[in-house]
């Protein structure tokens, strides 16, 4: 039995524990989640929000993270300009970037989710419309989401992950967590179970490093 953290990551929060910059830090998963033995399995980017998964068991953490389980994860992305069916029929045959032609992925047109404002918002154009599309990747390349919807001309203004795996958001706040106990499929009857509801933790306040 595994323990596994669904986390909603809020925006400009670091994926990790620590930040190595010596003066002015960053937030970290420390300023919201006290669980001494739990790390990410994966990562989000310090300017994407949504779910972010921690576990304290190796193996499971393998299976989320690694780029050979191609575990499906989808974004809700807000793009520049209304996006065309031209743009993503590309997104779901693969792109190329400057790294390789990405995988098929599976790219919907969607309306505005009812998701929490971010703060700071996101910058608006009176003169430019902006949309909103599912993006569904299997795969784990740096900020491949981004890169891909500027490939096709819609740069993506805001990127929030909604599921990794089975995995979803649903019922979580920015900067809350709950628990899941998860049988691996090893075990006699692989199941989920919900264990408690956490709220979020203001983050502490930082002095700033000596240089």
Known sequence: MAQLILFN???????????????????????WIDRPGFYPAGRLDYDSEGLLLL?????LQHRIASPRNKMPKTYWV??????????????????KLKDGLTSPA???????PAVW?????????ASVPTSWLSLTIIEGRNRQVRRMTAAVGYPTLRLIR???GDWTLDNL????????????????????TRTCQQKPRPPRHRRPRKP
């Open 117 to 125: 404002p971010r703060t700071p918002p996101v910058r608006h154009r």
């Open 173 to 192: 706040e920015p900067g809350q967590y709950r628990t899941e106990q998860v049988n691996l499929p090893d075990s006699p009857a692989p199941t989920r």
């Open 55 to 59: 576990t304290d068991h190796g193996p």
């Open 9 to 31: 990551k809020p925006f400009q929060v670091l994926s990790q524990f620590t930040d190595d910059r010596p003066t002015n830090p960053r937030a970290t998963l420390a300023d």
């Open 162 to 164: 909604y599921r990794i």
């Open 106 to 112: 599976v790219a919907e047109r969607m309306a505005e």
């Open 78 to 95: 807000q793009v520049e300009g209304e996006i065309s069916d031209d743009a993503l029929l590309q997104l779901g045959n693969g792109v």
